[in-house]
């Protein structure tokens, strides 16, 4: 099987029963390789590669593979042990919350200064950092993905959808309190993930970089450069690899490091994805039996998966694996509960679609109308794409998605809360980092054509007449307003 997903992004996988049935259930193991990355997408405000290829170091678990060997040019380690505390925090023994989002380490060795780089995607802290927020999201080609002629779009473009999406976004956010948990929640399990690192006496600091809000990942980097750190390696926060999610993290990464000599020579290991690590899913398999115990029958509970969608266009034409990684790891839950006795019905469905193209289906919403057509009266409803409580928890799934289970006749209702915390979970990322630190390389800079030139004067005029033509009815026209308010917000 395929080891990493981006090396998918060359020639994507799909996920076979064939590719499950060799899953093991107690062994990870971690690769790493160089690989060449193909340009799935180019160069825009001086953010992006724009490299026909790029080099990086990527780790993936591998549960096919079983013992420490070198196939095919893959380096693969054992995973360190692993201990699973479960029903505890890391955060509930007291740590605070610190500026910078970084936990230090007091005793650092000199010649070693171990840095753990958590990646996320950030929220708006107040209700007045909405639109700013949704604009650096939106101006984001690998949320918002032009064609190359139209790239100069991007920003007027991320303005005019973030200013006309804020009202709807602000009524979200105030709903949960006036603001994302997502940075309060992530700072905890930085402080948690030291902890657990402690424990196996590893001693690093961990960052945290978010992509579209405070911190961003320049001010994560600065504090790297400023503690003189020598080995990082790198973690996003997102099981499942996506181009919209770490990839947009690893990028804006890769293209911080490029420009500076220190941070290029800085050995790194991005752990690319990890839903596949026996501590993640049997943290997962925890909170869902432990949920399930809240029904009066368990066992006529249907467990529905609801993942963050992506648009189609993501996965069959730039080849992101996120819908199978997510398949996968429904299957290895499931297993996971099958194992324990568990064997309720389960669904997979994908939410919080933005805009008019077509989205991972089948749609949560339309999912949640048919089952209770279909008379499901009973449904815990498990967020599966991310690790923290955030406004698709809280607000999409606790307030829209219930209110039209019950509209639709289901009775009785459920929700599994986010693994934030977890003691299980974070002692397995601190394993993850571990298992990761013998691989970590430096980030090479690419070697293809760093920026798009445009020498052709005729082609740049064309370009920019174009351009300026589409961005006239695009922008200027008022049916094109109305008729973009109305469809894609
Ligand atoms: C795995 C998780 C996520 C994927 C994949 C993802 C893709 C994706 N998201 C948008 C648009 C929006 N996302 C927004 C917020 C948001 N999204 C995720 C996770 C994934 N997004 C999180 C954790 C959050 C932040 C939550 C918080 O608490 O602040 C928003 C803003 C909120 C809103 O207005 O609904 C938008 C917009 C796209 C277009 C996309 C893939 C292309
Ligand atoms: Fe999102």
């Given amino acids: 099987?395929?080891?990493?997903?981006?090396?998918?992004?060359?020639?994507?996988?799909?996920?076979?029963?064939?590719?499950?049935?060799?899953?093991?259930?107690?062994?990870?193991?971690?690769?790493?390789?160089?690989?060449?990355?193909?340009?799935?997408?180019?160069?825009?405000?001086?953010?992006?590669?724009?490299?026909?290829?790029?080099?990086?170091?990527?780790?993936?678990?591998?549960?096919?593979?079983?013992?420490?060997?070198?196939?095919?040019?893959?380096?693969?380690?054992?995973?360190?042990?692993?201990?699973?505390?479960?029903?505890?925090?890391?955060?509930?023994?007291?740590?605070?919350t610190y500026p910078g989002s970084i936990v230090e380490s007091s005793s650092q060795i000199a010649e070693e200064k171990i840095g753990v780089l958590l990646l996320n995607l950030g929220g708006p802290d107040t209700l007045h950092d909405v639109q700013p927020f949704l604009f650096n999201l939106f101006a984001d080609p690998d949320i918002i993905r032009l064609p190359r002629l139209f790239r100069f779009l991007q920003r007027p473009l991320a303005q005019l959808i973030s200013v006309l999406r804020a009202p709807k976004s602000k009524e979200g956010y105030a709903a949960i309190g006036g603001g994302s948990p997502l940075r309060k929640i992530t700072d905890e399990q930085a402080s948690a993930l030291k902890m657990a690192l402690e424990t196996k006496e590893v001693l690093a600091n961990v960052y945290v970089a978010m992509r579209y809000w405070h911190p961003f990942t320049e001010e994560a980097v600065h504090q790297i450069k400023r503690d003189g750190i020598t080995k990082l390696v790198v973690l996003p926060l997102y099981p499942q690899y996506s181009i919209s999610t770490t990839g947009s993290s690893v990028r804006a990464l890769q293209n911080i490091f490029k420009e500076d000599?220190?941070?290029?020579?800085?050995?790194?290991?991005?752990?690319?994805?990890?839903?596949?690590?026996?501590?993640?899913?049997?943290?997962?398999?925890?909170?869902?039996?432990?949920?399930?115990?809240?029904?009066?029958?368990?066992?006529?509970?249907?467990?529905?998966?609801?993942?963050?969608?992506?648009?189609?266009?993501?996965?069959?034409?730039?080849?992101?694996?996120?819908?199978?990684?997510?398949?996968?790891?429904?299957?290895?839950?499931?297993?996971?509960?099958?194992?324990?006795?568990?064997?309720?019905?389960?669904?997979?469905?994908?939410q919080s679609r933005v805009g008019p193209v077509q989205w991972l289906k089948p749609y949560t919403d339309e999912v949640l109308v048919e089952l209770g057509q279909k008379g499901v009266k009973s449904l815990l409803a498990v967020?599966?794409?991310?690790?923290?409580?955030?406004?698709?928890?809280?607000?999409?799934?606790?307030?829209?998605?219930?209110?039209?289970?019950?509209?639709?006749?289901?009775e009785n209702w459920g929700r599994v809360p986010a693994l934030n915390c977890t003691s299980s979970f974070i002692t397995d990322l601190a394993d993850a980092v571990i298992e990761a630190l013998p691989s970590t390389m430096a980030m090479s800079t690419s070697t293809g054509t760093e920026e798009e030139v445009d020498n052709d004067p005729m082609q740049y005029f064309l370009k920019m007449l174009f351009g300026s033509l589409l961005a006239f009815v695009f922008l200027f026209s008022p049916k094109m307003v109305s008729a973009f308010k109305k469809n894609v917000l």
Avoid at 14 to 42: D, E, M, W
Avoid at 69 to 89: A, F, Y
Avoid at 308 to 333: K, T, W
Wanted: proline share 4%; net charge negative; glycine share 6%.
């Fill in 1 to 96: 099987m395929e080891t990493g997903a981006i090396s998918r992004l060359l020639q994507p996988t799909k996920v076979s029963s064939s590719g499950f049935a060799n899953f093991t259930s107690n062994s990870s193991i971690c690769c790493s390789q160089k690989r060449l990355l193909p340009a799935y997408h180019s160069s825009h405000g001086g953010r992006e590669m724009n490299s026909d290829e790029r080099e990086i170091t990527v780790l993936s678990s591998e549960p096919t593979l079983k013992k420490s060997s070198v196939v095919g040019g893959l380096s693969l380690h054992r995973p360190v042990h692993k201990r699973d505390v479960v029903g505890k925090t890391f955060c509930s023994v007291g740590l605070s």
């Fill in 383 to 410: 967020p599966v794409s991310f690790v923290s409580e955030h406004i698709e928890t809280l607000e999409e799934i606790d307030m829209e998605y219930k209110e039209l289970a019950l509209e639709s006749g289901i």
């Fill in 261 to 350: 000599s220190y941070l290029s020579r800085l050995p790194v290991a991005v752990i690319e994805s990890w839903y596949q690590r026996q501590g993640y899913i049997k943290s997962m398999a925890n909170l869902i039996e432990q949920e399930l115990h809240t029904f009066t029958k368990p066992e006529e509970v249907m467990i529905f998966f609801s993942a963050h969608g992506v648009p189609v266009s993501y996965v069959e034409n730039a080849g992101d694996p996120y819908r199978d990684q997510m398949e996968e790891c429904i299957f290895l839950i499931m297993k996971e509960l099958k194992a324990r006795r568990i064997n309720n019905d389960h669904t997979l469905a994908y």
